[in-house]
T-cell receptor, first 114, second 113 residues
Framework: NAGVTQTPKFQVLKTGQSMTLQCAQD?????MYWYRQDPGMGLRLIYY???????DKGEVPNGYNVSRLNKREFSLRLESAAPSQTSVYFC?????????????FGPGTRLTVL | EDQVTQSPEALRLQEGESSSLNCSYT??????LFWYRQDPGKGPEFLFT???AGEEKEKERLKATLTKKESFLHITAPKPEDSATYLC??????????????FGTGTQLKVEL
């Protein structure tokens, strides 16, 4: 099993450009999440999908949109990138939203916005 | 608002020198407390889940414990390969769905020969 995979691994954008970060999991998990990690801030939740067909905002959703394409895939879109969105982005998945199931993380995407 | 504070921010140990990392938390009601390990340039790797005060879990040189206000990650006789950032996270009750976690900023551990 590959677990959680993310593409791309690195990306450099200019202010105002758009891009989509892709995430897929092969663990048959119901819930998927997008986080960003910044120095001194810890991991912060951007959006999550408790189950296929549902999405909800997390702590820092402004400037982002998500799509739960199917049970396996959850994408994050930046419509007009800003330097404040320079960060490392992690996708995660968990078995169910109903209890304290652990989340499994992908390797991350390092995004720089110039 | 849920809060997680980890200390120290950084810790340097000699190989074999045991120590503990602290995770203090404030939640309305705890559903679960999680420990993760993160190596540079990689995603967090799950270590433990603790659910109630008094619970303990072990894995190799690591032992996690939980009280009503904090959790400790004890590292016994560490080796250089234990060097990493250790993250603590909590899930509160009620969750409102989605198993949302609140993370601390981590403790960066370096174990030297």
């Amino acid at each position: 099993n590959a677990g959680v995979t993310q593409t791309p691994k690195f990306q450099v954008l200019k202010t105002g450009q758009s891009m989509t970060l892709q995430c897929a999991q092969d663990m048959n998990h119901n819930s998927m999440y997008w986080y960003r990690q910044d120095p001194g801030m810890g991991l912060r939740l951007i959006y999550y999908s408790a189950s296929e067909g549902t999405t909800d905002k997390g702590e820092v959703p402004n400037g982002y949109n998500v799509s739960r394409l199917n049970k396996r895939e959850f994408s994050l879109r930046l419509e007009s990138a800003a330097p404040s969105q320079t960060s490392v982005y992690f996708c995660a998945s968990s078995e169910s939203p109903a209890w304290a199931f652990e989340q499994y993380f992908g390797p991350g995407t390092r995004l720089t916005v110039l | 608002e849920d809060q997680v504070t980890q200390s120290p921010e950084a810790l340097r140990l000699q190989e074999g020198e045991s120590s503990s990392l602290n995770c203090s938390y404030t939640v309305s009601g705890l559903r679960g407390l999680f420990w993760y390990r993160q190596d540079p340039g990689k995603g967090p790797e799950f270590l433990f889940t603790l659910y109630s005060a008094g619970e303990e879990k072990e894995k190799e040189r690591l032992k996690a414990t939980l009280t009503k206000k904090e959790s400790f990650l004890h590292i016994t006789a560490p080796k250089p390969e234990d060097s990493a950032t250790y993250l603590c996270a909590v899930q509160a009750i009620p969750t409102g769905g989605g198993n949302k976690l609140t993370f601390g900023t981590g403790t960066q551990l370096k174990v030297e020969l």
